[in-house]
């Protein structure tokens, strides 16, 4: 099938459904919450069948990483958005500027949302906006990742059986079929990717001037400051650089360590490994690299660096290999001395390596090596001063901060989820995402003698007196 015809079957379908969601009209709260629950049910009845296929799909993938991050933190957000959407729904009441005059805002529907996830976490990345989507009375259309085959076929299975095609519908296919489906006039439109693949979409969705939420990655960094303990940072940092072998985008992406800590961080490296993954290789809670092309992407990376001068860290298990081709597994790696002419230094690493780089005068110098690249989706610090805390959430500008821990934010309903600048635009979960999908509808009713109106009225000679005044009391 050519871009033509893709573009043309898709639009026949999203004609179908904005033509659906119009006809019925603005959903009521128990067809939002049903539709949540919904959701739910199809994760809950098919878990094994779910984690099975995404395991699958990774050539291996732990089921405690895909039942904790796809499958139970994903029905949380359903069940969050379930039982908060009829407060969210009230329309909010607004000042107005006489009395008997009415203004008031109301939620409203914007339509029919697309979303393309990504193959990271493919039932989280779906359903996850969905809370959002189906809190604030959307239908939508669902383009899963064509890396995750078995998994988004049995999602395809699923959603039929679950769903009105009227309601929720996925759309299966390669890049091309992802194409047209960003090119589509949706009334929104949501991505998780890559920066780059971001840039596509974002320019396609202009063309129709579709809304976009773009949810990207960058070098989330990690600054290690003075007072913070080595063994914490490490254990933590490392906790979700080895969580589906750091296949996130909010996962650490390089180290910022203060001068002459190097040792110290590498020795509580070594210790967490030996705890968490005393092998690898043959361990069922270490995830495997989703493709050979990734897997050899990663390599390179390594090898890059290598030949540029870093010092490589394997943390394999003692006696293990550091990476294997047939299980696609690489141990998590530190490398150190690294320079900014290492690939590793310049691309998102989306793997279990981590750069180390130091400073040597204060963690200002950190934060200006930070600010010198483009805005992160996350950043992560560990220390305990209060005013260098402070000194890194204002002088930084990512996605989020978390202070003494990585990726907490992620979990919490109660804050948005989301980039800015080259890590993305907008952002979701919770209230957040229920606003990020509806549109913000003022209503007003006139009082009776039209008090507003009537200054806009010629003639406007006796009226000039009053402005006249007005402006001269400003100066």
Not at 16 to 34: I, V
Not at 237 to 259: H, M, V, W
Request: aromatic residues 6%; hydrophobic residues 45%.
């Amino acid at each position: 099938m050519n871009a033509t015809q893709h573009d043309q079957q898709l639009l026949h379908i999203l004609h179908s459904m904005k033509n659906a969601h119009l006809q019925a009209g603005p959903a009521s709260a128990a067809l939002r919450r049903d539709r949540l629950l919904r959701s739910i049910a199809l994760i809950r009845d098919n878990h094994a069948a779910i984690a099975n296929a995404i395991s699958a799909d990774f050539g291996h993938r732990s089921a405690y990483q895909t039942m904790a991050a796809d499958l139970v933190t994903t029905i949380n957000m359903l069940q969050h958005s379930a039982d908060n959407l009829e407060s969210w729904m009230a329309a909010e009441s607004a000042d107005v500027p006489v009395a008997g005059m009415q203004a008031w805002i109301v939620p409203q529907p914007l339509g029919v949302v697309g979303i393309i996830s990504p193959w990271n976490f493919p039932i989280n990345l779906a359903f996850g906006p969905l809370a959002g989507v189906f809190a604030a009375g959307n239908t939508a259309m669902l383009k899963p990742s064509e890396l995750t085959p078995k998994t988004s076929e049995l999602l395809a299975e699923l959603v039929a059986r679950y769903f009105d095609p009227q309601e929720l519908t996925v759309v299966l296919g390669d890049a091309d079929v992802g194409q047209a489906f960003s090119r589509l006039p949706f009334d929104h439109l949501v991505f998780t990717g890559s920066t780059n693949v971001g840039k596509h979409v974002m320019r396609a969705a202009a063309e129709n001037l579709v809304p976009v939420t773009l949810e990207l990655g960058g070098k989330s960094p990690v600054v290690v400051d003075v007072d913070a303990d080595p063994a914490l940072a490490a254990a933590r940092t490392l906790t979700i650089k080895t969580f589906n072998a750091g296949q996130i985008c909010i996962s650490p992406d390089y180290l910022l360590l203060p001068e002459g800590a190097e040792d110290a961080f590498v020795t509580a490296a070594r210790s967490f490994m030996q705890q968490a993954f005393p092998t690898v290789q043959s361990n069922p809670d270490y995830t495997a690299i989703i493709s050979d092309r990734h897997y050899q992407r990663l390599i390179n990376l390594l090898e890059d660096a290598q030949n540029k001068g870093a010092r490589i860290i394997s943390l394999a298990p003692e006696g293990e290999p550091a990476f294997d081709a047939d299980s696609r597994k690489i141990a998590p790696h530190l490398i150190l001395a690294v320079t900014e002419e290492m690939a590793v230094m310049q691309e998102e690493i989306f793997g279990p390596l981590l750069p180390v780089k130091t400073w040597s005068t204060s963690v200002a110098e950190a934060i200006d090596y930070i600010n010198a690249h483009p805005r992160p989706l996350a950043a992560y610090y560990f220390g305990n001063d209060a005013q260098r805390q402070q000194q890194m959430a204002q002088r930084t500008t990512s996605g989020a901060l978390v202070i003494n821990d990585v990726m907490t934010h992620a979990s919490l309903d109660s804050l948005p989820f989301g980039g800015v600048g080259a890590s993305g635009t907008g952002a979701y979960h919770g209230i957040h995402g229920f606003r990020r999908f509806s549109h913000a509808k003022p209503v007003v009713v006139q009082d009776e003698a039209g008090t507003t109106n009537l200054r806009l009225r010629a003639p406007y000679q006796d009226k000039m007196a009053l402005l006249t005044s007005l402006l001269d009391q400003q100066q």
